[in-house]
């Protein structure tokens, strides 16, 4: 089973800051990775898909990158609606897998 | 429109067993698979297992192997996830999910499953 570890696990910054957020696995994943927020109450919602390819109407503000075993989530500039918890989940073998969240609070 | 509408939220007390349902509208229902996440409170999303809707197959976490069953009844474009035996800590928030290849894009709105004696 693939083991998903992400860091940090608490993100305190300010709008209009850069956000970086890890997520690394246990073994390769290929680019078989997904980026999903959720804020209280809400289901999670799809950001960043294989990777690096944002869902649709995801902003451009939010970027994926990586390959293999290390994966980033970039917020370039923060918006006050972008302070939620991030999940990333692999794709790649069964069963699937989640990280266990990074929070991203408001400094 | 295209959406997930998951059953209500249930209390069952320990050792009972739960189904919850996840009906499908808007979109060809055995064109996709489905997926179930949970989320105890206060913790984070743990996935449980995929069906599916085409032709039936499964993938359970092992974990939950034994005591989770996920089934689709395609005339009603609704998918199940049954939990047997169920104890405290299955006490969680439970999610469908349409599980594209590369994402889970569209969620239910979820179902809330109480475990308490």
């Known amino acids: 089973e693939i083991v998903l570890t992400q860091s940090p696990a608490t993100l305190s910054l300010s709008p209009g800051e850069r956000a970086t957020l890890s997520c690394r696995a246990s073994?390769?994943?290929?680019?078989?990775l997904a980026w999903y927020q959720q804020k209280p109450g809400q289901a999670p919602r799809l950001l960043i898909y294989d990777a690096s390819n944002r869902a649709t109407g995801i902003p451009a503000r939010f970027s994926g990158s990586g390959s293999g075993t290390d994966f980033t989530l970039t917020i370039s500039s923060l918006e006050p609606e972008d302070f939620a918890v991030y999940y990333c989940?692999?794709?790649?073998?069964?069963?699937?897998?989640f990280g266990q969240g990074t929070k991203l609070e408001i400094k | 429109q295209v959406q997930l509408v998951q059953s209500g939220a249930e209390v069952k007390k320990p050792g009972a067993s739960v189904k919850v349902s996840c009906k499908a509208s808007g979109y060809t229902f055995t064109s996709y698979g489905i997926s179930w996440v949970r989320q105890a409170p206060g913790q984070g999303l743990e996935w449980m297992g995929w069906?599916?809707?085409?032709?039936?197959?499964?993938n359970y976490a092992q974990k939950l192997q034994g005591r989770v069953t996920m089934t689709t009844d395609t005339s009603t474009s609704t998918a199940y996830m049954e939990l047997r035996s169920l104890r405290s800590d299955d006490t969680a928030v439970y999610y469908c999910a349409r599980d594209e290849e590369a994402a889970a894009v569209l969620w239910g709105q979820g179902t809330l499953v109480t475990v308490s004696s």
């Open positions: 069906i599916s809707a085409y032709n039936g197959n499964t």
């Open positions: 989940q692999q794709r790649s073998n069964w069963p699937q897998s």
């Open positions: 073994q390769s994943v290929s680019s078989y």
